[in-house]
């Protein structure tokens, strides 16, 4: 899954590798050359799981991501 800056300030719904359902907002996109790994791209997602937490994913973590409107 490519992911891309557009998606900062999204309310997103994403479905992880492993199956799970998250819903947050895109607070924060990770340029690949500043990530760990270098080269994976990656977002924070804020509200994610729970209300005021904070999730932080590589874009290998992500089957799929869709904008909620």
Do not use: A, H
């Amino acid at each position: 899954m490519k992911l891309e800056r557009s998606l900062e300030g999204k309310q997103v719904r994403i479905v992880t590798t492993d199956n799970e359902v998250l819903t947050g907002v895109v607070e924060d996109y990770i340029f690949p050359e500043d990530n760990e790994p270098e080269g994976v791209s990656g977002i924070n997602v804020y509200n994610c799981p729970k209300p005021g937490e904070w999730t932080g994913l590589n874009e290998t973590d992500i089957r799929s991501i869709e904008i909620v409107e």
